[in-house]
Nanobody, 115 residues
Framework: QVQLVESGGGSVQSGGSLRLSCASS?????MGWFRQAPGKEREGVGS???????TLADSVKGRFTISRDIAKNTLYLQMNSLKPEDTAMYYC????????????WGQGTQVTVSS
């Protein structure tokens, strides 16, 4: 059973930065970040494959960077130039199969950006 534990959330002012981490209990194939703001649907923020191929949502391109440390089984999300609209609960997800279908989820970490 794979477990994911997110950390690094918090409250910052607009324009600030945060770095989220997601520690996995063991190796997984694809990993990604999702977020959900109150009253809104969950949306994908970014993903990274086992060979390091990344995707980012248009809304965060140029501001966020997704990366992973394979040796540490840890996923990261560096968030710069944060905006109030980035406020949400951020979730880490992972796939234990080669199909990159997310089947493991973390508990989430809250990010709040004030104007």
């Amino acid at each position: 059973q794979v477990q994911l534990v997110e950390s690094g959330g918090g409250s910052v002012q607009s324009g600030g930065s945060l770095r989220l981490s997601c520690a996995s209990s063991r190796y997984t194939y694809c990993m990604g970040w999702f977020r959900q703001a109150p009253g809104k649907e969950r949306e994908g923020v970014g993903s990274i494959t086992r060979v390091g191929r990344t995707t980012l949502a248009d809304s965060v391109k140029g501001r966020f960077t997704i990366s992973r440390d394979i040796a540490k089984n840890t996923l990261y999300l560096q968030m710069n130039s944060l905006k109030p609209e980035d406020t949400a609960m951020y979730y880490c997800a992972a796939s234990t199969t080669l199909k990159c279908e997310y089947n493991v989820w973390g508990q989430g970490t809250q990010v709040t950006v004030s104007s």
